[in-house]
C-alpha cells in the first residue's frame, strides 16, 4: 500500500498543556486541559477537539463524496462531532465518538445509507473500528 499523503506533527512543552504543530507550520496550537479535567481551559484548544475537528470534516467529505457517487445531490450538509474521553475501569482512557450529519431535503432511509457507507470509506472510521465506540446519526430537517 503506498501513502497518499503523509503530515508529521511535534508535541513540545507538557503534553497536554503544551503546544502541537505540523513540521510544515500550518497547524500550530496552544494546549490546554480544559477545565472539566482541572485544568485551565481558556481559548486553547485540546486533542480531543482536534480529533473531533479531524474526524467530522473527513467524515463530511467522504458523505459528500459517496453522495455523488450515487448520484445523490447534497446542498447544505454539515456533519458534527462529539468526541468524549472516557475513563476505564482498568486505568487508562479512551474515546467514544458520535457522528451527526445533517442532510436536508433527503429522505430518512437515503441519509442513513449514506452514513453506513461513508462509515466504509473514511479514514477515521477504519482507523476507529473496533477500537472505540462511533455512533452514526442522521438528520434529514
Given at each position: 500500500?503506498?501513502?497518499?499523503?503523509?503530515?508529521?506533527?511535534?508535541?513540545?512543552?507538557?503534553?497536554?498543556?503544551?503546544?502541537?504543530?505540523?513540521?510544515?507550520?500550518?497547524?500550530?496550537?496552544?494546549?490546554?486541559?480544559?477545565?472539566?479535567?482541572?485544568?485551565?481551559?481558556?481559548?486553547?484548544?485540546?486533542?480531543?477537539?482536534?480529533?473531533?475537528?479531524?474526524?467530522?470534516?473527513?467524515?463530511?467529505?467522504?458523505?459528500?463524496?459517496?453522495?455523488?457517487?450515487?448520484?445523490?445531490?447534497?446542498?447544505?450538509?454539515?456533519?458534527?462531532?462529539?468526541?468524549?474521553?472516557?475513563?476505564?475501569?482498568?486505568?487508562?482512557?479512551?474515546?467514544?465518538?458520535?457522528?451527526?450529519?445533517?442532510l436536508p431535503g433527503l429522505e430518512q432511509s437515503t441519509a442513513d445509507q449514506l452514513m453506513q457507507a461513508t462509515r466504509e470509506v473514511c479514514p477515521y472510521s477504519n482507523a476507529t473500528r473496533g477500537n472505540i465506540e462511533v455512533?452514526?446519526?442522521?438528520?434529514?430537517?
Open positions: 500500500m503506498s501513502a497518499l499523503y503523509t503530515t508529521e506533527a511535534l508535541s513540545t512543552g507538557d503534553g497536554r498543556n503544551g503546544e502541537v504543530r505540523s513540521l510544515d507550520g500550518v497547524l500550530d496550537e496552544v494546549l490546554a486541559v480544559p477545565k472539566e479535567m482541572g485544568g485551565p481551559g481558556g481559548d486553547r484548544t485540546n486533542p480531543e477537539q482536534l480529533f473531533a475537528a479531524g474526524y467530522a470534516a473527513c467524515f463530511h467529505n467522504g458523505l459528500r463524496l459517496i453522495a455523488g457517487g450515487q448520484g445523490v445531490k447534497l446542498s447544505a450538509s454539515t456533519v458534527q462531532s462529539k468526541v468524549s474521553l472516557l475513563a476505564l475501569e482498568t486505568g487508562g482512557f479512551t474515546l467514544a465518538v458520535s457522528l451527526t450529519a445533517h455512533t452514526l446519526t442522521a438528520t434529514v430537517r
